[in-house]
């Protein structure tokens, strides 16, 4: 897991040889104005997904990995909690892994909780269970999801 400023972006240009081509697109757009709804960037090895929603307790955090991408979450408009745990000491999973939608629920409690302010992006890979969308309020957010 990651926390930083998109001012640092070109910091993780090296983990991942398609973080150049999202991070550049990031900079190219008006994300504020961006509808609600997924965006192609690169096919389906970079897309984005739009979201704007009310936010949960962390009692209601549910954990989630996914196989085939890593996210790159950034807030917009508000301030998201999240949970996190390190995938590998998971031990309740909720249901089969979905393929198809590259994601798994777990019941675990989260590890530890961080906040992703306006302005800020998540990094999250295959390797971390990640809880989103807690806190208090509305936030409007990017997932932009890319390929391994």
Known sequence: MILDSLRNKELYYPLCPRFRKAFEWI???DLKA?????HAIDGDDIFVNVSELDLRPRSAAALEVHD??????IVVGGTEEFGWSERRLLEAPR?????EKDI???TDTPQTFYTVHEGEFTILMPED????????????KLIIKVRR
């Open 68 to 73: 085939k991408y890593i996210d790159i979450q």
């Open 34 to 38: 961006l509808a609600v709804g997924r």
């Open 104 to 106: 798994r629920f777990y």
């Open 129 to 140: 269970a990640h809880a989103p969308m807690l806190g208090e309020g509305h936030v409007r």
């Open 27 to 29: 900079e190219s757009t």
């Open 95 to 99: 249901g089969e892994f979905d393929v």
